[in-house]
């Protein structure tokens, strides 16, 4: 019997990076998954991977109707679920300065609002005693150069988590936040980085965390599987930070 056996998780941006190893571990756990991510042919691979326990929708958690259309299929497919984690999100990396109100938007928009909208489409969904686990970032307590307008949009759903904790209190429905600090994902390559300074980037994050590497998506999903199984049924309104040490520095 694994962790999560019989229960039916739902992962936002579940086709790579932190996502992908999530869905990927409860699958393992027992799960039955369904990832959603914005590229259909991206999806389609993830679930192809993921194996029989995944099935996948193509939307943008920016787009209200995804949404719909997620706690629809939930509905008739499972009729209902036991864990939603809100992992799809954006950045852009730029200083104030330079930051248009479409840069400002593209960010709160998918991950503020689309966190919100998604939570508020699936809470019928959950189970008693189900959990929610929105995934944030150190930025929201760590400056870090350029990330002003995404820090405060994460920052922003961390609100939401104190909020809804007493909302779902009577559910059982627990609320959590997981904070990645330097995550090994594809990620750094969405940002504009160049493939032959990848690495530099990678060694220049290394040496500013006090365990001297970047996290892997892996252990992300450990902390995500503790917060979303029995072990941690106990713990709600957590913001934990699986970030090697970073946030102290």
């Known amino acids: 019997m694994g962790k999560l056996s019989n229960k039916v998780a739902v992962i936002t941006g579940g086709n790579s990076g932190i996502g992908f190893a999530t869905a990927r571990l409860f699958a393992n756990e027992g799960a039955k998954v369904l990832i959603v991510g914005r590229r259909e042919g991206a999806v389609n ?3 192809a991977a993921l194996g029989p326990q995944a099935t996948g929708l193509a939307g943008d958690v920016a787009d209200l109707a995804t949404h719909e259309r997620v706690a629809a299929y939930v509905a008739e497919r499972f009729g209902q679920a036991d864990i939603y984690v809100a992992n799809a999100g954006g950045i852009r990396i730029q200083p104030s300065s330079a930051v248009t109100a479409t840069d400002y938007d593209a960010q709160f928009l998918a991950n503020t609002r689309g966190i919100f909208f998604g939570v508020q489409k699936m809470a019928p969904l ?12 150190i930025a929201s307590r760590k400056v870090l150069d350029g990330h ?3 820090a ?9 988590a104190r909020n809804w904790v007493l909302e779902f209190k009577d559910r059982r429905i627990r609320v959590n936040v997981l904070s990645p600090g ?15 300074a990848q690495s530099q980037v990678e060694e220049q994050a290394a040496r500013m965390i006090p ?10 999903a450990q902390a ?8 941690g049924q106990f713990i709600t309104g957590v913001n934990l930070a699986v970030d090697g040490g970073i946030t102290l520095t």
Not at 211 to 220: H, Q, V
């Open 224 to 231: 995500a599987l503790f917060l979303c199984s029995a072990e």
């Open 182 to 196: 330097p995550t090994d994902t594809p990620i750094i390559g969405k940002l504009g980085v160049a493939p032959e």
């Open 211 to 220: 365990f001297g590497r970047m996290g892997k998506a892996e252990e992300l």
């Open 45 to 47: 691979e993830a679930v």
């Open 126 to 137: 959950l189970r008693d005693g189900g959990a929610i686990l929105l995934t944030s970032s």
């Open 148 to 150: 002003t307008v995404y």
């Open 152 to 160: 405060g949009s994460k920052a922003a759903i961390e609100a939401f």
